[in-house]
């Protein structure tokens, strides 16, 4: 999620019919806009976006994952994550893919600023076209970006910061990684600074050569899945942050959290894990200030819930609560996603295909939503 300068909120979905009523489509990538305050939004597809459709993706192409996104100072900015192509074990996350849209989102570019987006192939991958690509065990392949105010207007030295997981096992997965770069070079990979640590007297080191990146901040081990509920699946988003900067208390707010995973390494067999933890500067240190090694939203032991994120435009004007959105994959290890459970004919149309797989999923997994709970801190 992101705040636009026309005080709109961007929120991207992945793998779903976002808020289409009736869900006549699914969205193998898509962009929203949200107006409103979180009892009274509304909320609109953003039609001018490069959004995928998944009948119109061959199944064997590479598919971009939606992540990475930032508003700032009219332009839309947008990293895609990309998976490699195993068969023998989880595919991992190897590849970014950078966007931009110098209008509010009215169009969109690629790095290059040749439009309209091109989704590279396979053959077509590579440094030159990516802004990472093969990176020692896939670093800064799945990318979040700080968000600071309304079009990034709380920022006052210049820089946009991105973090990301150190790869995609557990033990580099937990480990988080980030680069910084300045606000009119973010399309110029070379312009690229990551951190290296912290000096003696507390300030960050910044180096430009990535092997010599050092993690930020390190979370909890146990929590990223090693094996697959279903064949050809992925190592899920595990540890992939959300970073908002709370203004009024001039603090820098993390949430994030791992996969609940069963004995032989699956996904979604317990309860996730959540964690905030806050810092002063955007480079940390972090310090943790709530955890829930079992995150059971509303009570329910069944949850799933998955991704949370900091709305940035919803944190109050004493900064001293905010809104916390997540998705809630309950159901997921029964649901198998097979259209024949439907009991009907096949469908006729791409049309009535969308609307028979939006609506077992809905059925399965009712959380997998936006969810969103405003949570209070005490500041005491």
């Keep these: ?33 949200i107006g409103g305050d979180p009892t009274n939004a509304q909320v609109s597809l953003v039609a001018a976006y490069p959004n995928v459709d998944e009948a119109s993706e061959a199944e064997d192409a590479p598919h971009y994952h939606g992540h990475g996104l930032l508003a700032v100072r009219g332009h839309v900015y947008q990293f ?51 802004v990472f690509f093969n990176e020692l065990n896939g670093c800064f392949s799945l990318l979040s970006v700080l968000q600071m105010g309304r079009d ?24 988080l990684v980030m680069f910084r770069v300045p606000i009119g070079r973010i399309l110029d990979r070379s312009a690229y600074e990551f951190f290296g640590g912290i000096r003696n007297n507390g300030s960050a080191r910044w ?16 929590w990223v ?27 820098y707010m993390m949430a994030s959290a791992g996969t609940g995973c069963a004995p032989d390494g699956t996904e979604f067999a317990k309860p996730s894990y959540l964690g905030f933890w ?5 480079w940390g240190p972090w310090r943790q200030v709530h ?19 900091i709305a940035p435009k919803w944190i109050a004007p004493d900064g001293k609560s905010f809104w916390l959105v997540w998705a809630d994959l309950k159901g997921i290890r029964e649901f198998s996603g097979d259209m024949d459970r439907a009991g009907n004919a096949p469908p006729r149309t791409p049309e009535e295909a969308a609307i028979i797989s939006s609506g077992l999923t809905r059925k399965a997994m009712p959380g997998y939503s936006f969810n969103a709970q405003r949570v209070d801190l005490d500041v005491g």
Excluded: C
């Excluded at 793998?15 to 193998?28: A, E, I, Q, Y």
């Excluded at 207007?153 to 997981?165: E, S």
């Excluded at 806050?278 to 955007?282: K, R, Y």
């Excluded at 329910?300 to 998955?306: E, G, N």
């Design 1 to 33: 999620m992101s705040w636009g300068a026309d005080d709109r909120q961007f929120v991207v979905v992945n793998d779903g019919s976002g808020w289409l009523d009736p869900p006549t489509r699914v969205f193998k990538r898509s962009l929203w806009s």
């Design 80 to 130: 895609l994550s990309a998976l490699d192509r195993a068969e023998e074990r989880p595919r991992r996350w190897m590849a970014a893919k950078l966007i931009q849209s110098d209008d509010s989102g009215r169009s969109w570019r690629n790095q290059d600023g040749i439009s309209p987006v091109r989704w590279e192939g396979w053959k077509e991958q590579s440094h030159k076209r990516l």
């Design 152 to 175: 990034y207007r709380a920022n006052r030295d210049g820089y946009i910061y991105v973090y990301g997981p150190n790869g995609n096992i557990d033990g580099l997965m937990n480990e």
């Design 207 to 222: 180096v430009a050569d990535i092997a010599g990146r050092r993690p930020v901040h390190v979370f909890p081990r146990g």
């Design 225 to 251: 899945n090693h094996s697959n509920l279903f064949p050809g699946d992925i190592v899920v988003e595990t540890w992939l942050p959300s970073v908002v900067y709370n203004e009024p208390l001039d603090l």
């Design 278 to 282: 806050i810092s002063a500067t955007p």
């Design 291 to 309: 955890e829930e090694a079992a995150w059971t939203p509303g009570g329910d032991p069944a949850a799933r819930a998955y991704s949370p994120q």
